[in-house]
Antibody, heavy 120, light 109 residues
């Protein structure tokens, strides 16, 4: 059964770049779309963006200037980079499999999430 | 501030039914499919409904979804204590990309 696992630093300093990787197991990343979603403490879900396995991306307009999502099909991984972070970027970050883009855009398999705190 | 509005909370006794609404616009729900997610305390969200009304394998038929115009609804029948969770709707928005609802906390009385 397909599994997703986020990895990366749990603490990032303000103004630096947050970098996370999602490793996909028991499924090929060379299908589907792959998404990043985050959830600030005590708040709701926020869609960050997704990447198609061929490399095309779509980002949340509010984060577009700071976000880069990339894919490494040889490692069955995709990654998130968020630059110039502030305390407002503190959240649980989830990666998820997205079987189809719009008009569907649902996430059918989620990672367990990783907590990232932005603090000096 | 999400473009999809849900009631903050709903509640009912065990065995009863709850309905969660998700209100949007023609930019999102009106022209795209809706999905629903259950988030139990301290865990990652889980897909309950995709494409307005399709249940993934393993999701009980107590959970059902529907869509009409620019609104969607999730019904939970035969409510159980294990259903206590936060529920989110999701869809695509023509300007914003992926969007989620504000979330609804379900309490079993």
């Amino acid at each position: 059964q397909v599994q997703l696992q986020e990895s990366g630093p749990g603490l990032v300093k303000p103004s630096e770049t947050l970098s996370l990787t999602c490793t996909v197991s028991d499924d090929s990343i060379s299908r589907y779309y792959w998404s990043w979603i985050r959830q600030p403490p005590g708040k709701g879900l926020e869609w960050i963006g997704y990447i198609y396995y061929k490399g095309s991306t779509i980002y949340n307009p509010s984060l577009r200037s700071r976000v880069t999502i990339s894919v490494d099909t040889s490692k069955n991984q995709f990654s998130l980079k968020l630059s110039s972070v502030t305390a407002a970027d503190t959240a649980i970050y989830y990666c998820a499999r997205t079987p189809a883009g719009p008009p569907y855009n649902y996430m059918d398999v989620w990672g367990k999430g990783t907590t990232v705190t932005v603090s000096s | 501030q999400s473009v999809l509005t849900q009631p903050p909370s709903v509640s009912a006794a065990p065995g009863q039914k709850v309905t969660i609404s998700c209100s949007g616009s023609t930019s999102n729900i009106g022209n795209n499919y809706v999905s629903w997610y259950q988030q139990l305390p301290g865990t990652a969200p889980k897909l309950l409904i995709s494409q307005n009304n399709r249940r993934p394998s393993g999701i009980p038929d107590r959970f059902s979804g529907s869509k009409s115009g620019t609104s969607a609804t999730l019904d939970i029948t035969g409510l159980q204590t294990g259903d206590e969770a936060d529920y989110y709707c999701g869809t695509w928005d023509s300007s914003l990309g992926g969007v989620f609802g504000t979330g609804t906390k379900v309490t079993v009385l």
